[in-house]
């Protein structure tokens, strides 16, 4: 009979730990998975990606009706209106179908839902007396035995624990979120609201504040983005940036840009926010009846309990693992947003699905060069491997260069069909080899013409070898094969 209960224990059922746990088990490892949350799929499926995308789908739909943009197909429409309770409801559909679904694949794969919190508890506390290994103390006992986890009054041991407890929004300090009463909220309860806003601010124009923003505005609230930055979306390339900011302002969102947001007060239904330039200098008062909070999000690793096993936190409140998802105590790992790297979702699958194959002996990589962003608004916002800047900072240490070639969504037929002139895509290389450095698009379809992107870099492709890849016409796929050609001054259609 085996020491443990489990070989794998996994903790969180978000992209990273649900995958790693359907993984595990097709691995034949004897598999669990704890959960808090009433329902499967974590931040993502519950109160993410999805319900998110659902309220991005459903209101483009709307705004499509109500702009009178239909009007040039022949579509006439009489007076459109919003019932906001039915898109709710079909988000809420959306959410209840998927994290269902994940449990259906749980009960496939044979993986034990534990329901409850977990933390873990100290050799000698639990049912494990077995001491566990401490890379960083040399005298320590190679690990020979077992973890053990509390999950509400149980306690369960397993040869191996994932850490995949993801993330959470991060507080503003002098903007109290309530998403109860609905007037300054966070993600979450910006997903919930029960009416539109007249007045919505957002505070961060990164991911959620531009994605929400957009939904909101589309439904009809006055949108006005706060960002401390002088440019939207840090971390993108720099043209995508000032290009995202132009889209946004033409759809009518008002950008408060180098501008931080220092106090808020609630009265009612009303918040009163103070902002100053982020240098400093006079203040000034706006008012909303709505507030979104979206700075950003941190680690969840508050109660787990890691301190009980050795384990530490790096300056930014993450777990650090080594390339195969390993901390430093043996027999426990981590994946997702717990672990430094993007916060996103396909990052924490593909990690999940590599630490439950390292976990069986397997060797499971991620290239954390190649993971593609998508920002879901219209046009949808997106890029994979390194921004213009990155690239021509890292060349230059070697005393490369980089080639840029530039392709405008006007110039693509399918776009121009469609009404969608807004938007470029962009492909850095290695002016040396022509090797692909990085892709970037803003297009009304940016997200799903990312992933042939991602693949040839993958693949080690050169900017030619995009360019004499046949792409079917007309689609907007032409313009990454366009912008590729534009890597050598040679595009067709411009
Ligand atoms: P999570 O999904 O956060 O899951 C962790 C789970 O662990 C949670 O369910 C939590 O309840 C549970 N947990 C935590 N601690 C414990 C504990 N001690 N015991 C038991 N259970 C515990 N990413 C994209 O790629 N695309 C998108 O379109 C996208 N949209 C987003 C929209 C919004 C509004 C938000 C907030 C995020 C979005 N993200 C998106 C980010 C994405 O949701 C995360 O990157 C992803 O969910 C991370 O997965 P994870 O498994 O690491 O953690
Ligand atoms: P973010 O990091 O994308 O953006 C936060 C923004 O807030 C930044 O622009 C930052 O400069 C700004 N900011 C920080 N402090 C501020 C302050 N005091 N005043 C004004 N602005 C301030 O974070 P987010 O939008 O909250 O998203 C969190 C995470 O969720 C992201 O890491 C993202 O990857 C993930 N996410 C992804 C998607 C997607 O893939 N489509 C969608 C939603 C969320």
Not at 187 to 201: F, H, I, R
Not at 287 to 293: I, N, P, S, T
Not at 379 to 388: D, H, K, M, R, Y
Request: glycine fraction near 10%; charged fraction near 25%; include cysteine.
């Amino acid at each position: 009979m085996a020491e443990y209960d489990y070989d794998v224990l996994i903790i969180g059922a978000g992209p990273g730990g649900y995958v790693a746990a359907i993984r595990a088990a097709q691995l034949g490892l004897k598999t669990a998975c704890v959960e808090s949350r009433e329902t499967l799929g974590g931040t993502c499926l519950n109160v993410g990606c999805i319900p998110s995308k659902a309220m991005l789908h459903g209101s483009e739909k709307f705004d499509e009706a109500a702009s009178g943009a239909l009007a040039r197909y022949g579509v006439k429409l009489g007076k459109v209106e919003l019932d906001l309770a039915a898109l709710q409801a079909d988000k809420a559909d959306a959410v209840k179908g998927l994290t269902g679904g994940i449990e259906f694949l749980f009960k496939k794969n044979k993986v034990d839902w534990l329901k409850g919190f977990a933390s873990f508890v100290s050799p000698g506390e639990g049912r494990d007396l077995v001491p566990q290994a401490d890379r960083s103390r040399p005298e320590a006992p190679a690990f020979a035995g077992a973890h053990t986890v509390k999950v509400g009054d149980e306690t369960v041991t397993a040869k191996n624990v994932v850490i995949a407890t993801g993330s959470s929004v991060t507080p503003l300090p002098g903007v109290e979120v309530d998403n109860d009463k609905g007037v300054v909220v966070d993600s979450t309860g910006a997903l919930e609201l029960p009416k539109v806003p007249k007045k919505m601010v957002v505070i961060g124009g990164g991911v959620i504040g531009l994605e929400l923003g957009s939904v909101w505005r589309r439904l009809g609230a006055a949108v006005t983005v706060v960002e401390f930055l002088d440019q939207l979306l840090p971390g993108m390339d720099m043209d995508v940036r000032k290009e995202a900011a132009k889209i946004f302002k033409k759809q009518g969102m008002e950008l408060r840009l180098s501008t931080k947001v220092t106090g808020c007060t609630v009265k009612g239904k009303k918040a009163t926010l103070m902002l100053e330039p982020a240098s400093g200098g006079a203040s000034e008062t706006i008012e909303a009846d709505c507030v979104l909070v979206s700075i950003g999000r941190r680690p969840n690793t508050h109660g787990l309990r890691i301190e009980n096993i050795g384990l530490e936190l790096n300056a930014r409140g993450q777990i650090e693992t080594d390339h195969a998802f390993r901390t430093k105590v043996d027999g426990v790992w981590a994946v997702g947003d717990v672990i430094p790297g993007p916060m996103l979702a396909h990052k924490a699958e593909d990690e999940g699905i590599a630490v439950a194959e390292n976990i069986a002996g397997l060797t499971g990589i991620v290239n954390h060069d190649v993971i593609p962003s998508v920002v879901y608004t219209w046009p949808e916002i997106a890029g994979v491997g390194l921004t213009e800047e990155q690239a021509k900072e890292r060349l230059s240490a070697s005393a490369r260069a980089v080639k840029v070639g530039k392709f405008p969504m006007l110039a693509n037929s399918r776009a121009k069909t469609n009404h969608e002139p807004d938007g470029f895509v962009k492909v850095i290389a290695d002016a040396d080899t022509d090797r692909v450095l990085g892709v970037w698009c803003i297009a009304s379809v940016a997200g799903t013409m990312i992933a042939q992107a991602a693949q040839a870099m993958e693949f080690g492709a050169t900017s030619e070898d995009i360019a004499y890849t046949c792409h079917a016409h007309p689609t907007h796929s032409e313009a990454i094969k366009e912008a590729a050609m534009a890597v050598t001054g040679k595009p067709i259609h411009i």
